[in-house]
């Protein structure tokens, strides 16, 4: 069994500065992927970055970058230069990379950009 | 606009009806997943097909069924409906997985269907 933990349920952070968002997790599996996703007050689910488990270097794409600390099972998330349209609930979420991809998700953090 | 659209987007209707929510995947993607989410239980996987064929089961109850037709569109049928019912339901899509080799695809997700049972 698969268990995401995201033990910040809400955030702060100045516009322009850097943020980090925790998540932590739990598998069996050998092989697997890391995934955050963006959730803004519109409802959709949009992706933001992928990290294997097998991934040598930290995934980044422009402004996000994933810091994976395999020994410690975590996988935070951390927001360069923060922007007010940055303000969403954040979800990590994890699935195996053998089998049929039954995604987990964590609870959410809310992430609230101050100008 | 992650290319999965889906159908309608807000439904309202009454307990013990029956709704049908529609589900258009990415070109290209075989694979479909549909999600629960509401302010209690979270973000809760109901249930993947591969490619027209139930691939991965998750917290899907007996009154809700799914199918994916040949033209790889989904629908998530939900019956006997119940106040505890109304939440977000969204379709994912990816290119894979057909569970036979290591994946890396990323689920993208449409934009959800807001469901209210009153």
């Known amino acids: 069994a698969q268990k995401i933990t995201q033990t910040q349920p809400g955030m702060f952070v100045q516009e322009k500065e850097a943020v980090t968002l925790d998540c932590t997790y739990d598998?069996?599996?050998?092989?697997?992927?890391l995934f955050w996703y963006k959730q803004p007050s519109s409802g959709e689910m949009i992706f933001l970055i992928y990290?294997?488990?097998?991934?040598?270097q930290n995934a980044t794409e422009g402004r996000y970058s994933l810091n994976f600390q395999k020994a410690r099972k975590s996988a935070n998330l951390v927001i360069s230069a923060s922007q007010l349209g940055d303000s969403a609930m954040y979800f990590c979420?994890?699935?195996?990379?053998?089998?049929?991809?039954?995604?987990?998700f964590g609870t959410g953090t809310k992430l609230q950009v101050i100008p | 606009d992650s290319g999965v659209t889906q159908t309608p987007k807000h439904l309202i209707t009454a307990t013990g009806q029956r709704v049908t929510l529609r589900c258009s995947p990415r070109?290209?993607?075989?694979?479909v997943y549909w999600y629960q989410q509401s302010l209690d239980q979270g973000l809760q996987f109901l249930i993947q097909?591969?490619?027209?064929?139930?691939?991965a089961k998750g917290n899907i109850l007996e009154r809700f069924s799914a199918q994916q037709f040949p033209d790889l569109h989904s629908e998530l049928n939900l019956s006997s409906l119940e106040l505890g019912d109304s939440a977000l339901y969204f379709c994912?899509?990816?290119?894979?997985?057909?569970?036979?080799?290591?994946?890396?695809?990323?689920?993208?997700f449409g934009p959800g269907t807001r469901l209210t049972v009153l």
């Open positions: 994912a899509s990816s290119a894979v997985t057909s569970g036979e080799a290591p994946s890396t695809d990323t689920q993208y």
């Open positions: 979420a994890m699935t195996p990379l053998w089998g049929y991809q039954k995604v987990t």
């Open positions: 097909y591969y490619n027209g064929e139930e691939r």
């Open positions: 070109s290209g993607d075989l694979s």
């Open positions: 990290q294997g488990s097998y991934d040598e």
């Open positions: 598998t069996s599996d050998q092989s697997y992927g």
